[in-house]
C-alpha cells in the first residue's frame, strides 16, 4: 500500500474531530488534529444544529494539518444519522437544521403510522420505527414549513451537506440515506410509494451514490482558505455507524456481532443483504446500508446518553465527574439494586436524566438510586441486560450463532461495562479500536483511492495496527437471574 494522508472528519452528537490516518510500516497510524463540541442549541423552542459553526471547526483542522506542510491526498465527513439540511443554488443553506430529538416529529410520527401504517414504511424500507427519524421530520417540514421547501433544490444529511460544501458535487451516500427511513435496500433508491404517500417533494431528493464514491476535488475556495491543494473529496460511509462497523476486526465467518458505543448503542451483524419480514418488523430491527455492499443488520437502542446526561446534570449540581471516576464510583455500588429499560421514552430526551431514572424505579417499586456510583452502576448493567437480550433475538431473527461481541467507539473505553457485557451474554467481548469510525472513514478512502483492495483487507489492517482488550464472560448464572428480573421490568412497563 502506498504511505499517503487522508483526513477523517468524525461528527458526534457531541463532539467532532478531525483526524490525520496515514499507513506506516504496514500499520495505520491515526492522529488527533482538531476537536470541538457540536452540541445542539435550544432556540425559540426548537433544537437546532449550527451546522455552518461545525463547517468553520472542520476548515479550522484542516488549516492545522497544511500549516505543517502535508500533503493530504483525500478527506471525508461522517456523522450521525437522521438530521439533514436544506439549500438551493443561490443559497447554501436555508434554515437551520433540527436536531433529531427536536419534539416536533411525536405528532408527525404517530399519525403517520394509523394513516400509511407500519407494514407499508417497514416493507419499503426494512428501518426500524423511531420517532427521530428524517421521514418524520421531512413531513414536519412539508407540514409546517412549506415556504422553505418551496424555494429549496435539496436536502442533505449532515455528513453529505458538509462533504458538498467541500466539493460542490450534491450526492446522498448509501448508508446515511438508508437511516432515513425514505430509502428502499430493495430498489437501491428513494421509496417512490412513501414519497408519493406523504406527498414529499421528488425534486429535494439528491442522487444516490455507493459507500466510496469520490466526489471530485475540494473547492477553490475551500483549497484557498485551508491551504489544501489537489485533496478529493470523498463520500466514505457518510453515516458513521457504517463507518464504524466497517473497522470493525473481525476475522472472516459470520458468528459475530458488533457493538458500535457511543451516545446510542447499535448493535447488530453484517449481512450480505436486507432481511425484511413480519418477525423483523414487530422487533423493531433495522437494515442499513454497510460498506460494500453488506447490510447492517442491527437494533439502534440508547446507549452511553443515559450516562452523558446524568454526568450533566451533576455538573449543574456543582460535582464534575470525569467518566474514569464514574466507572470506579459504579464498581464499588451495589450489583443489581436497581434497573431500568434503556429503551423506556421517557430517557429520550429527559429534562433531569437521574430525576427520570429515580421516577422509573419509584414506578416499578424498586429501591431509588441515592448517589452518583448507584445510579451509574443502575445504567451500566440495564445496559449489558439489554445487550443479551439484544443479541438473543438477533441470533433468532438471522439462524445465526453469535459466539463473539466486538465493542468499537468511545464505549469500548469502559472495561466495566465491557465485563458486565461479556458476563450479561455469555459471550466473549473483543473491545476495540476506540477510533473505529475514523479508521473506517480513512480506510475507505484508502480502498477508495486504490491503496487497498477490500473490506477484508481493511479489518487485517486494524487487527495489526491497533490493541484489542477481551473479556470472558464470568458469573453468567447470577447475572441470568438478573435477566429474568430484567425482561418483566420490560414487560410491565
Not at 479550522?60 to 456523522?79: E, F, H, N, W
Not at 461481541?405 to 458476563?423: D, T
Amino acid at each position: 500500500m502506498t504511505s499517503r494522508y487522508y483526513v477523517a472528519c468524525d461528527l458526534g452528537a457531541e463532539s467532532g474531530r478531525v483526524m490525520l490516518g496515514s499507513v506506516t510500516d504496514g500499520k495505520l497510524v491515526l492522529e488527533e488534529i482538531h476537536r470541538f463540541p457540536t452540541g445542539a442549541t435550544r432556540i425559540q423552542n426548537s433544537l437546532r444544529w449550527n451546522v455552518l459553526g461545525i463547517f468553520q471547526e472542520l476548515k479550522t483542522g484542516l488549516q492545522k494539518i497544511a500549516a505543517r506542510g502535508i500533503a493530504v491526498a483525500s478527506v471525508s465527513v461522517d456523522s450521525w444519522g437522521v438530521d439533514y439540511a436544506l439549500f438551493n443554488e443561490r443559497q447554501p443553506l436555508l434554515a437551520t437544521p433540527y436536531q433529531y430529538r427536536d419534539a416536533r416529529t411525536e405528532k408527525r410520527y404517530t399519525a403517520a403510522l394509523e394513516t400509511v401504517g407500519r407494514e407499508t414504511i417497514f416493507a419499503e424500507t426494512g428501518i426500524q420505527f423511531m420517532s427521530i427519524n428524517t421521514l418524520y421530520h421531512m413531513i414536519a417540514d412539508v407540514e409546517d414549513n412549506p415556504d422553505v421547501l418551496g424555494i429549496a433544490d435539496q436536502f442533505l444529511n449532515i455528513a453529505d451537506y458538509l462533504n458538498y460544501l467541500f466539493s460542490g458535487v450534491a450526492r446522498a451516500e448509501v448508508s446515511l440515506a438508508s437511516t432515513t427511513q425514505m430509502y428502499n435496500p430493495t430498489t437501491g433508491s428513494w421509496s417512490a410509494e412513501l414519497l408519493r404517500l406523504f406527498n414529499l417533494p421528488e425534486r429535494l431528493f439528491p442522487p444516490i451514490v455507493a459507500s466510496g464514491t469520490p466526489l471530485g476535488p475540494m473547492t477553490a475556495e475551500l483549497a484557498n482558505d485551508t491551504g489544501l491543494k489537489g485533496t478529493q473529496v470523498i463520500a466514505t460511509c457518510s453515516h458513521d455507524t457504517g463507518a464504524a462497523v466497517a473497522a470493525v476486526p473481525a476475522a472472516e465467518g459470520d458468528d459475530w456481532a458488533y457493538l458500535s458505543s457511543g451516545t446510542w448503542s447499535l448493535i447488530g451483524v453484517e449481512l450480505p443483504g436486507p432481511l425484511i419480514n413480519e418477525a423483523v418488523r414487530e422487533g423493531n430491527y433495522t437494515n442499513e446500508a454497510g460498506f460494500g455492499g453488506t447490510t447492517r443488520f442491527l437494533k439502534n437502542i440508547v446507549g452511553l446518553w443515559l450516562l452523558q446526561e446524568s454526568r450533566r446534570a451533576w455538573l449543574r449540581q456543582g460535582n464534575e465527574y470525569d467518566y474514569a471516576e464514574i466507572n470506579k464510583l459504579a464498581e464499588a455500588a451495589e450489583p443489581f439494586r436497581s434497573l431500568i429499560d434503556p429503551d423506556d421514552p421517557r430517557f429520550l430526551s429527559p429534562a433531569d436524566m437521574p430525576e427520570a431514572i429515580a421516577g422509573y424505579c419509584r414506578d416499578t417499586k424498586q429501591p431509588v438510586p441515592e448517589s452518583p456510583g448507584q445510579f451509574a452502576r443502575c445504567i451500566l448493567e440495564s445496559l449489558a441486560l439489554l445487550y443479551r437480550s439484544t443479541l438473543d433475538t438477533i441470533e433468532r431473527l438471522t439462524g445465526r450463532t453469535i459466539k463473539n461481541l466486538h465493542i468499537v467507539g468511545g464505549g469500548s473505553q469502559s472495561a466495566l461495562l465491557n465485563q458486565f457485557a461479556a458476563n450479561a451474554t455469555g459471550r466473549k467481548v473483543l473491545a476495540g479500536p476506540v477510533e473505529a469510525t475514523a479508521i473506517g472513514n480513512v480506510l475507505i478512502q484508502a480502498v477508495a483511492l486504490g491503496d487497498l483492495e477490500s473490506l477484508s483487507a481493511m479489518r487485517d489492517l486494524v487487527r495489526q495496527s491497533f490493541p484489542i482488550d477481551t473479556f470472558d464472560s464470568t458469573d453468567f448464572d447470577q447475572w441470568s437471574e438478573a435477566q429474568k428480573r430484567f425482561e418483566k421490568l420490560r414487560e410491565s412497563t
